[in-house]
């Protein structure tokens, strides 16, 4: 019984819970570097109340893998730049002409609704670009901040890319010609949200809203409130 | 108002009305199709963009094939479809989009929808464009789009209770498609 939980966990985490909305040329069916597949914990037993929201939440978060990743600005992005605040991850890239500007706008309404509905809240905003080769600190900054002033994005080395990627569950793929400057990348579409201990904690589906996003949020955060005493902030249910 | 909005769909009744009395599977002409391309919209672009994304509404009462686009805003236009391959959903562009008669083919944002590649300018809020659409029956169709702007609420319309999506004809042999 547990073994056929763990299978239906692992399909679901690889096909339908990570919603994966990937861009492809028809003709790259042998697209490289692609990433990566379902969070390490999908074997993990379900808790006895679990979270209902649009998309998962891990029973227990998981502390992230080393990464060494630059934002906009060309600082530091890490594990220790995550600690101490709310985040919410988007992987996408400034080239992708539909699903990606319609996301960062709903992440923009749901920064709006938790600046209503939370107090005390620490929440960052992050695209993290799967196409280095295009996405430069500077073009990626230029980019967010149509979205929202307070949105950040990242990049870095393919490899360093990917060990995030992998290990929050998302995935990409980047064609194998690169030298047309329209290509397009294929990528999951989802949010994923990592808490102030740095660690993976929830990840939401498509399609996404800000208010669905800020429900599902504020359960998500009411559940971290109630195992970390002394956290202080507050997001009205 | 009223008036105005009920005419070409009396138009489009006597036209269809017509072939049914005709009787034939004659191809209709272009000038008579009952092919209608409504609501179409492009989004606005962020700074830097060279694609943006366009969204419509077609629906014909005989079956036809949207097999072609183009646009002076840009470079290329590719139509882009949900197909799935290999158990993954991906977003690719297709060769034809196939047009069933008397379903909506829709095509919004998140789902299937034209993609401008290489544009020549930033698509600014309250700008229009111009979209030449080649189906294989109702023929050529320039189509108007308005420019909106995505952060604005209510730009995107909710269509999610009645998205339909349209019958995508996948490119045949893996070639690349969609461009001229």
Redesign the interface.
């Known amino acids: 019984m547990a073994g056929r939980n763990t299978v239906l966990a692992a399909l679901a985490l690889g096909a339908f819970a990570l919603g994966l909305y990937v861009n492809s040329r028809v003709n790259d069916g042998d697209a490289t570097d692609a990433g990566a597949s379902a969070p390490s914990n999908a074997a993990a037993a379900p808790q006895a109340d679990p979270l209902e929201i649009r998309g998962f939440v891990l029973p227990e978060p998981e502390a992230l893998e080393p990464f060494a990743l630059v934002d906009d600005s060309g600082q530091p992005f890490n594990r220790e730049a995550l600690a101490g605040g709310w985040s919410f991850l988007y992987f996408g890239y400034t080239y992708c002409p539909d699903i990606c500007p319609l996301t960062l706008v709903e992440v923009a309404n749901l920064k709006r609704q938790l600046r209503i509905r939370c107090d005390g809240l620490d929440a960052r905003y992050y695209l993290v670009s799967v196409d280095p080769q295009r996405d430069t600190p500077e073009r990626l900054r230029e980019y967010v901040r149509y979205f929202d002033r307070d949105f950040h994005g990242v990049t870095g080395r393919a490899a360093e890319i990917d060990k995030l990627v992998k290990k929050v569950g998302a995935f990409y793929e980047l064609p194998a010609d690169r030298s047309n400057d329209a290509y397009l990348v294929g990528h999951s579409s989802t949010v994923t949200v990592i808490d102030p201990d740095g660690k993976l904690h929830a990840v939401f589906t498509m399609p996404h809203t800000g208010e669905n996003m800020a429900d599902d949020f504020a359960a998500v955060h009411e559940r971290y409130r109630e195992r970390h005493a002394g956290y202080e902030a507050v997001c009205k249910l | 108002m009223e008036r105005r909005t009920s005419r070409p769909l009396n138009r489009g009744r006597t036209a269809a009305l017509a072939a049914v009395i005709a009787g034939s599977a004659c191809f209709a002409r272009a000038g008579e199709s009952t092919l209608r391309v409504e609501d179409a919209w492009a ?1 606005a672009t ?8 366009a969204y419509m509404t077609i629906t014909s009462d005989t079956a036809d094939r949207l097999v072609g686009a183009r646009s002076a805003a840009s ?1 290329g236009v590719e139509v ?1 479809a949900h197909v799935e ?1 290999g ?8 060769a034809a989009l196939g047009i069933e008669p008397g379903v909506k083919a829709v095509l919004a ?2 789902g299937h ?1 034209l ?4 544009l020549t300018r930033p698509l600014a809020p309250g700008d229009e464009i111009v979209v030449v659409l080649e189906f294989e029956r109702a023929g050529v169709r320039e189509i108007a789009l308005p420019v909106r702007d ?2 604005v609420p209510g730009a ?1 319309p909710t269509q ?1 209770d009645e998205h339909v999506e349209p019958g995508a004809t ?2 045949q042999g ?4 969609g461009r001229p």
């Open positions: 989004a962020p700074p830097g963009a060279v694609t943006a994304a470079r882009h391959s158990g993954v959903l991906r977003m690719t562009p297709i944002p998140g929808h993609m401008l590649v290489g995505l952060r995107v999610h996948a490119g893996g070639h690349d498609h």
